[in-house]
T-cell receptor, first 113, second 114 residues
Framework: DAGVTQSPTHLIKTRGQQVTLRCSPK?????VSWYQQALGQGPQFIFQ???????QRGNFPDRFSGHQFPNYSSELNVNALLLGDSALYLC????????????FGPGTRLTVT | GDSVTQMEGPVTLSEEAFLTINCTYT??????LFWYVQYPGEGLQLLLK?????DKGSNKGFEATYRKETTSFHLEKGSVQVSDSAVYFC?????????????FGPGTSLSVIP
């Protein structure tokens, strides 16, 4: 049983560019949450998708957007990249968003130069 | 809003020493509490959890007790090993106010030396 998978593992982009990160949830899970972890800090909640809709959102600008597909996989898009967007982006999955427990993927390391 | 505070690191201990990492929280509701661990170069793993007051979560020799009266969830281990070297995050999730949204503390880096 595969856990949460994310792609790519690493990514280098230039300021102003756009990036798309991908996540496949653990088998049986239908809810995907995205977190940003800056170096040396705890993860910060970006948003959560359930039934292909954004259900809740953290304190992130509209440059951060997402999508969930019918197979429950999800994408995180960031437009107009800033140097401060450099971070580890973590995807977490759960069932129904009411499971008390999330499973995290290994993350995508984004570097903006 | 809800928040988590934990002791600053880095913490350096000798093998077989006793570990305590302090964690306190602020929440408007009745949250579930977690400890997550992040080994170097890896993602987050759930270490243990507690969903109601006085619950004790335990795993791999680590334990933490949900203390509602002191709003605390301190992590302890009686004898640490070199393999316990990692960053530990205290976290909470309040299902009454948000679905599975986890609020993390800043993390405490632990280094265990032989």
């Amino acid at each position: 049983d595969a856990g949460v998978t994310q792609s790519p593992t690493h990514l280098i982009k230039t300021r102003g560019q756009q990036v798309t990160l991908r996540c496949s949830p653990k088998s049986g899970h239908d809810t995907v949450s995205w977190y940003q972890q800056a170096l040396g800090q705890g993860p910060q909640f970006i948003f959560q998708y359930y039934e292909e809709e954004e259900r809740q959102r953290g304190n992130f600008p509209d440059r951060f957007s997402g999508h969930q597909f019918p197979n429950y996989s999800s994408e995180l898009n960031v437009n107009a990249l800033l140097l401060g967007d450099s971070a580890l982006y973590l995807c977490a999955s759960s069932f129904g968003g009411l499971s008390y427990e999330q499973y995290f993927g290994p993350g995508t390391r984004l570097t903006v130069t | 809003g809800d928040s988590v505070t934990q002791m600053e690191g880095p913490v350096t201990l000798s093998e077989e020493a006793f570990l305590t990492i302090n964690c306190t929280y602020t929440a408007t509701g009745y949250p579930s509490l977690f400890w997550y661990v992040q080994y170097p170069g890896e993602g987050l793993q759930l270490l243990l959890k507690a969903t109601k007051a006085d619950d004790k979560g335990s795993n791999k020799g680590f334990e933490a007790t949900y203390r509602k009266e002191t709003t605390s969830f301190h992590l302890e281990k009686g004898s640490v090993q070199v393999s316990d070297s990692a960053v530990y995050f205290c976290a909470l999730s309040d299902l009454e106010t948000s679905y599975d949204k986890v609020i993390f503390g800043p993390g405490t880096s632990l280094s265990v030396i032989p």
